[in-house]
């Protein structure tokens, strides 16, 4: 019983105490004195298991950064754009295998230095007519839609 009493106490203390972080911190940033994108960039450099935790417990934002919501949004606009030229060459019947290869997109931009690049660095990939044309980044596995690098329906 005393065991059980113990744990409660030990319990109810640490929430006490994450309470009084969490009020510190947003008095903190109430005042000026702590940056917000501080606590976001500490929160990111933990380990993958304690940064989740990190986060609701600070309530930290996790929002997409402008730069990386643009390179997301040419990405998706290139997508589109390969894609459009996919079906346009389909259409066209420029293409034997069932699949289109990146000579023909390429002829279709008037050359390999008009196809389109990933701007976050990615790689595009083709894939079959049933298939989107797709970013190596993808989903990239965040909460966030606005820094995704794909495309979902056409």
Not at 6 to 31: D, N, P, S
Not at 109 to 134: N, S
């Amino acid at each position: 019983m005393a065991r059980t009493f113990k744990r409660r106490m030990i319990k109810a203390v640490k929430v006490i105490l994450g309470l009084l972080i969490l009020a510190v911190v947003e008095l903190g940033i109430l005042w000026g004195i702590i940056d917000p994108r501080e606590i976001r960039d500490a929160a990111h450099n933990k380990v993958a298991g304690a940064t989740g935790s990190v986060k609701s417990a600070l309530a930290v934002d996790s929002s997409v950064s402008p730069a990386a919501a643009q390179r997301a949004a040419l990405c998706r606009e290139n997508l589109k754009r390969i894609e459009s030229a996919k079906r346009a060459i389909h259409s066209r019947g420029g293409f034997a295998t069932g699949a289109v290869s990146w000579t023909e997109v390429e002829a279709h931009f008037g050359g390999a230095l008009q196809v389109p690049r990933c701007p976050g660095g990615g790689e595009y990939y083709l894939g079959t007519m049933e298939q989107m044309a797709r970013c190596s980044i993808g989903g990239n596995g965040t909460p966030d839609r606005g820094d995704d690098h794909l495309v979902i329906g056409f």
